[in-house]
């Protein structure tokens, strides 16, 4: 095996596989990326049994062949390559990396133990790729951390028709954005598919295809947990879903009928408040919003004592004369970051119950569901 290739292809090739290698794994092979050279072209793949990803770039290719070395040592030594051409080598069980006088050698991982990665399925259907990007970041930020409970590390995805929903929940916060998808005819003619990818997996897939103009996602609807598949340009990655799907929204969404007031607000003022009066909260203490109907206005509070912080901006209030509510400043943050519209409508029920918030020039399009804490500054 001998290929030549452009050091930034190279660095961009095994940091892209280098991202589904696992932290710690008792299989000493699943810490290997695959290198392919073949034909004027050279692939890396990275596997870990929840995620496979593969990447191809140009090279030329002197010697056809295969050889699995240890992936960050790989990453790491390419890093400090001087710019300009890398010349790659397999000599045995020895690999050597050489560019501008440069040379190291890496010991091999025997490439007959290492599993084969799922193969990717069937396209299901194309998403605009920088639109399903911000989507997923939209809804990833109510993602649960926690792997005890693995349901909600999840990002629900849900296909129907020529409508894309993704949703994710950690129990404090749920999150909904819906955007429009091209399926394939048969998908088109299909009922609803939904999955559940772990959340940290697909935002890192989606950041890293969004410049691809569409993703191609593949599955198959058949199976109702087989993996699913993002490929966009030389990018490809396939997924393994998570057990088991989110507990439904519809009721907790369903403000109108619970009787809540509406207030609206500008969406950037409003984050630079809470960015500014949250300097004086301390840890777990929360944001008080004071919504006024006859002041047309909401006060931001934080603080206890003499540290305190207030600020006040221009909102209006419809279906109460006055709302106080009070969120945890780091959640309320998130869901104010992920917006992107110029005003915010904000349903509220009052302290210690749940608000909705939304933009008004696209409703329903992307909701988020915080609860108000009952403990008010």
Known sequence: MEFRVDRSDLVEAVGWA??????????PVLGGLLLDAAAGRLSVSGFDFE???????????????????????L?????????????????????????????????????????????????????????????????????GRDDTLPVLTGVQLRLDGTEMTLSASDRYRYAVRRLAWRPEAEAAVGGAVEALVPARRLLDVARSLA???????????ASGSGPIGFEGGRLRSVVRPLDGRLPGYGKLFDMAGAGAAVAEVACVALTEAVRRVAVVAEANSPVRLDFSAAAESVVLRAGYGDDVA?????????????????????YLLDALASFE??????????AGQRALLGAPDLPGAHRHLLMSVKQLV
Do not use: M, W
Request: proline letters at 9%.
């Open 18 to 27: 280098a991202r589904a290698l696992p932290t710690r794994t008792p299989v």
């Open 51 to 73: 995620t496979a990803a593969r990447i191809e770039t140009d090279a030329e290719v002197g010697v056809e062949g295969q050889v699995l070395v240890l992936g960050r040592r």
């Open 75 to 143: 990453l790491d030594i390419c890093k400090v390559l001087p710019d300009g051409p890398v010349s790659c080598a397999l000599d045995g069980t020895r690999f050597t990396v050489e560019a501008g006088g440069t040379r190291f050698g890496l010991s091999t991982l025997p490439r007959e133990e290492y599993p084969a990665p799922p193969a990717p399925p069937h396209t299901y259907g194309t998403v605009d790729a920088s639109a399903f990007a911000t989507a997923v970041a939209q809804v990833a930020v109510a993602a």
């Open 211 to 221: 410049r691809c103009g569409e993703v191609r996602i593949g599955l198959d609807p």
């Open 310 to 330: 207030t600020q006040r901006l221009p909102a209006s209030l419809t279906g109460a004369e006055e709302v106080t509510v009070a969120f945890n400043p780091a």
């Open 341 to 350: 519209a110029s005003r915010l409508r904000v349903e509220l029920l009052g």
